[in-house]
C-alpha cells in the first residue's frame, strides 16, 4: 500500500492536525517542502529543497519532521535526502533531535541518498556512527521491515 501526502510551506500558519495519513489531504505547492509515503509500514519522507541553508527553514522542517513521531506516532522512518545538496548545521541538529525523538519512542530513524557533500559533513562531524544510513530509500525500508 503506497500513500502519498504533500505538505506545503503553509504549515507555519496551520499546525499539522493529528490525523492518519489516509485522511491527510494536501495540494502540491511550489514551495513544498516535504513529500511523504507510506510503504510496508514504513514512513518515506523527501525533502524538497535543494540547500537547507536558512536558520528559518531549518526550522520549519525540523517541526514538521518531528510531528510524525509526535503527533503521528511514526516508529519508522526514512528520511530521503536525495534532492538536497546542502544543509546547515541548524538542521544538522534538527536531524540529531530527530534521532533522538525517535530512539526515546522505540522507534527508528534512517537517513537515505545523501548527497557526497553532505555525508562527508556526517562523516567529519562522527555522526555517522550515529545515524543509520542507506543508499536507497528501498533499503532504508527494507532495514526498517
Known sequence: MLINIKFACSFAQSPL???KFQ?????TAPDQLL????????????????TILE?????????????????LGVRKLVVDLAAVAYISADFLG????????????DGK????SLH????ECLTITCLTK?????????????LLT
Not at 530513524?109 to 537515505?112: A, I, M, P, R, Y
Not at 557526497?116 to 555525508?119: D, K, L, N, Q
Open 17 to 19: 492536525p493529528l490525523l
Open 23 to 27: 485522511e491527510l489531504v494536501m495540494t
Open 35 to 50: 513529500d511523504v509515503s507510506e510503504d510496508q509500514g514504513v514512513t518515506v519522507v523527501r525533502l524538497c529543497p535543494a
Open 55 to 71: 536558520a528559518s527553514l531549518a526550522q520549519e522542517l525540523g517541526l514538521q519532521l518531528y510531528r510524525f513521531v509526535e503527533d
Open 94 to 105: 534538527k536531524l540529531i533531535v530527530l534521532d533522538q525523538k525517535m530512539r526515546r519512542a
Open 109 to 112: 530513524l534512517v537517513l537515505v
Open 116 to 119: 557526497p557533500a553532505i555525508y
Open 130 to 142: 550515529l545515524f543509520v544510513i542507506c543508499d536507497t530509500p528501498q533499503e532504508g525500508i527494507t
